[in-house]
């Protein structure tokens, strides 16, 4: 019995692995020194400084991480090949943390057969065949919050990020900048089955020949939501999205905003035979030199719901432009409005034998704005207006829509491929009847301007005219939230501070003009609340979104 006892304890420390923190340089002058003798579980801490080596995840479940963050500790790849590589199907249990990852002649971050974690890093002047700052091959990382900027994929696609052969990575929260593709996809690359889901980035000022913000190609099936993607260019077709055939991507509550192409679609360019749902997107401000300022798309069946799509230009089709026997777009709940064509057409035009429907609609100019070619067919439904959508600040790129505007309750409940939620997250079908556009008229707290310490911004406040507003700035956010009478409550109770900011006037919008104080730090998130109405009246008092005011 003893033995036996003794005999077990035996194998049981044989077999419990205990995790180290290893510590470079102190432990090991090299970053690669210490993945070397690390095993499964294991921590690399890196002090600040530059580290001029291209390391291997050799297959290892370890985290490998900055002690300070990127902005003081460098992975330079000295042009030598990828400066990280995973390439033995590791998974979520292998960690890239808070490097600048720079000067790689091929990836920055290489990925083959595996699906790491990649956080908190600066990627930064990389350059490969393909995918400049990240490769994707059959591999599924999570990549977040990163800086990913001015990477090349000199040759083909990707260059800031190419995904390719049936990978499926997670792509959020990162901002993707000034990134170029001599081919395709700018900022990100979707090739050849992969299914990314692109989700809450800022992808802004990359450029590529085609799809200067994101290119998708090939059985691609991405879904792109939550992104603000702007300032991208392209030197023939699709500044911000190109959607070439084959793909069948999901592209909702983007702001796609001032992208250019010199050719076709300076927003969107579509060229996929399969049905793409677009929904809920603000289209604004973009610029191509031929044809669909907003969007073109041709032998294409998209479905458009709910966007606004306003202030492009184009020499045809200011705000939309179709063509081919295959394109027959179905276009509900969205607003054309302040779209310019130099030619033909400011709102939409309808071109080379297509087909385009459209319902429950506000088109400047009616009709007779949309051109028709004579081989076309315009189908034009019910519930079609033409009025100035009374937006909250069109000029300075606040497309909500105010109490008064004839957009409000003036949708299609029923519309195919119509979300629960606008652009912002608001519920969708607020008082009845869906709106048109991309916002829903609804209790909405949120700011414009810059929050830099000694400076001002404006505070808006959505809501129904006449009623109290009050504003709270919390201490932390409760998660999950708490549910009250009024809604869910985000702020940690006390708040810091309460403040009456008066009544909602007869246009729904309350704007407060506020001092950001200089005690403030920058990094930090400040959270606020407001509740709209009357406090005591839960039948009519709401609280309104949480607003996570960052201090830049």
Same mark, same amino acid.
């Given at each position: 019995?003893?033995?036996s006892?003794i005999?077990?304890?035996?194998?049981?420390?044989?077999?419990?692995?205990?995790?180290?923190?290893?510590?470079?340089p102190?432990?090991?002058?090299k970053?690669?020194?210490?993945?070397?003798?690390?095993?499964?579980?294991?921590?690399?801490i890196?002090?600040?400084?530059?580290?001029?080596?291209?390391?291997?995840?050799?297959?290892?479940?370890?985290?490998?991480?900055?002690?300070k963050?990127?902005?003081?500790?460098?992975?330079?790849?000295?042009?030598?090949?990828?400066?990280?590589?995973?390439?033995?199907?590791?998974?979520?249990?292998s960690?890239?943390e808070g490097f600048?990852?720079?000067?790689?002649?091929?990836?920055g971050?290489f990925c083959?057969?595996s699906?790491?974690?990649?956080?908190?890093n600066?990627?930064?002047?990389?350059?490969?065949?393909?995918?400049?700052?990240i490769?994707?091959?059959?591999?599924s990382?999570?990549?977040?919050?990163?800086?990913?900027?001015?990477?090349s994929?000199?040759?083909?696609?990707?260059?800031?990020?190419?995904t390719?052969?049936?990978?499926?990575?997670i792509?959020?929260?990162?901002?993707?900048?000034?990134?170029?593709?001599?081919?395709?996809?700018?900022?990100i690359?979707?090739?050849d089955y992969?299914?990314?889901?692109?989700?809450?980035?800022?992808?802004?000022?990359?450029?590529?020949?085609?799809?200067?913000?994101?290119?998708?190609?090939?059985?691609?099936?991405?879904?792109?939501?939550?992104n603000?993607?702007?300032?991208? $260019?392209?030197?023939?077709?699709?500044?911000?999205?190109l959607?070439?055939?084959?793909?069948?991507p999901s592209?909702?509550?983007?702001?796609i905003?001032?992208?250019?192409?010199?050719?076709?679609?300076?927003?969107?360019f579509?060229?996929?035979?399969?049905?793409a749902?677009?929904?809920?997107?603000?289209?604004s401000?973009?610029?191509?030199?031929?044809?669909?300022?907003?969007?073109?798309?041709?032998?294409?069946?998209?479905?458009?719901?709910?966007?606004t799509?306003?202030q492009?230009?184009?020499?045809?089709?200011?705000?939309?432009?179709c063509?081919?026997?295959?394109?027959s777009?179905?276009?509900?709940n969205?607003v054309?409005?302040?779209?310019?064509?130099?030619?033909?057409?400011?709102?939409?035009?309808?071109?080379?034998?297509?087909?385009?429907?459209?319902?429950?609609?506000?088109i400047?100019?009616?009709?007779?704005s949309?051109?028709?070619?004579?081989?076309?067919?315009l189908?034009?439904?019910?519930?079609?207006?033409?009025?100035?959508?009374?937006?909250?600040?069109?000029t300075?790129?606040?497309?909500?829509?105010?109490?008064n505007?004839?957009c409000?309750?003036?949708?299609?409940?029923?519309?195919p491929?119509?979300?629960? $939620?606008?652009?912002?997250?608001?519920?969708r079908?607020?008082?009845?009847?869906?709106?048109?556009?991309?916002d $829903?008229?609804?209790h909405?707290?949120?700011?414009?301007?810059?929050?830099?310490?000694g400076?001002?911004i404006?505070i808006k406040?959505?809501?129904?005219?006449t009623?109290p507003?009050n504003?709270?700035?919390?201490?932390?956010?409760q998660?999950?939230?708490?549910v009250?009478?009024y809604g869910y409550?985000?702020?940690?109770?006390?708040?810091?501070?309460?403040l009456?900011?008066?009544?909602?006037?007869?246009?729904?919008?309350?704007?407060?003009?506020a001092?950001?104080?200089?005690s403030?730090?920058?990094g930090?998130?400040?959270?606020?609340?407001?509740?709209?109405?009357p406090?005591g009246?839960i039948?009519?008092?709401?609280?309104?979104?949480?607003?996570?005011?960052k201090?830049?």
């Amino acid at each position: 019995m003893k033995t036996s006892i003794i005999l077990s304890v035996l194998l049981l420390a044989q077999s419990t692995v205990f995790s180290a923190t290893i510590y470079v340089p102190d432990d090991y002058s090299k970053i690669q020194d210490a993945i070397n003798v690390s095993v499964n579980g294991d921590t690399i801490i890196v002090r600040p400084g530059t580290y001029m080596e291209n390391i291997n995840f050799l297959g290892k479940a370890i985290t490998v991480k900055s002690e300070k963050g990127a902005d003081v500790t460098i992975i330079d790849g000295n042009q030598a090949g990828s400066v990280v590589t995973f390439q033995n199907q590791e998974d979520e249990d292998s960690i890239i943390e808070g490097f600048t990852i720079f000067n790689g002649n091929a990836s920055g971050i290489f990925c083959d057969n595996s699906s790491p974690v990649i956080g908190l890093n600066i990627i930064k002047d990389n350059s490969a065949l393909q995918g400049g700052g990240i490769s994707c091959n059959n591999s599924s990382p999570e990549i977040t919050n990163n800086f990913i900027l001015n990477n090349s994929a000199d040759s083909d696609d990707g260059g800031g990020i190419a995904t390719d052969n049936y990978s499926s990575p997670i792509i959020t929260y990162n901002f993707i900048t000034s990134n170029i593709a001599f081919d395709e996809g700018g900022g990100i690359q979707c090739d050849d089955y992969s299914s990314p889901e692109i989700s809450y980035n800022t992808i802004i000022s990359n450029s590529a020949k085609w799809g200067g913000g994101i290119e998708c190609i090939d059985f691609s099936s991405p879904i792109i939501s939550n992104n603000i993607i702007k300032d991208n $260019e392209a030197s023939s077709d699709g500044g911000g999205i190109l959607l070439k055939p084959g793909c069948s991507p999901s592209i909702s509550q983007n702001i796609i905003l001032s992208n250019t192409a010199t050719s076709d679609g300076g927003g969107m360019f579509s060229t996929t035979e399969q049905p793409a749902y677009v929904s809920n997107n603000i289209i604004s401000l973009n610029t191509a030199g031929n044809t669909g300022g907003g969007t073109f798309c041709h032998n294409s069946p998209l479905i458009l719901t709910n966007n606004t799509i306003t202030q492009n230009s184009a020499s045809y089709g200011g705000g939309f432009f179709c063509k081919g026997v295959l394109s027959s777009p179905a276009i509900t709940n969205t607003v054309f409005f302040y779209n310019t064509s130099s030619i033909h057409g400011n709102e939409i035009y309808v071109g080379d034998y297509s087909t385009l429907a459209i319902r429950y609609s506000d088109i400047e100019g009616g009709q007779t704005s949309v051109f028709v070619e004579p081989t076309s067919t315009l189908n034009w439904g019910d519930g079609m207006i033409n009025a100035d959508p009374l937006f909250v600040d069109s000029t300075n790129e606040d497309f909500h829509l105010t109490w008064n505007s004839p957009c409000r309750n003036s949708g299609d409940n029923l519309t195919p491929g119509m979300t629960y $939620e606008d652009f912002e997250g608001d519920h969708r079908i607020w008082n009845g009847v869906v709106d048109i556009g991309a916002d $829903e008229f609804h209790h909405h707290l949120y700011h414009t301007g810059a929050a830099i310490p000694g400076n001002t911004i404006d505070i808006k406040i959505i809501g129904t005219p006449t009623n109290p507003v009050n504003l709270y700035l919390g201490s932390g956010v409760q998660a999950p939230p708490l549910v009250t009478p009024y809604g869910y409550l985000y702020l940690v109770q006390p708040p810091l501070i309460g403040l009456s900011l008066g009544i909602i006037p007869i246009n729904g919008v309350l704007i407060h003009t506020a001092p950001i104080p200089l005690s403030w730090t920058p990094g930090d998130d400040k959270p606020l609340q407001a509740l709209v109405g009357p406090l005591g009246n839960i039948y009519n008092s709401k609280l309104t979104n949480l607003l996570l005011l960052k201090v830049e």
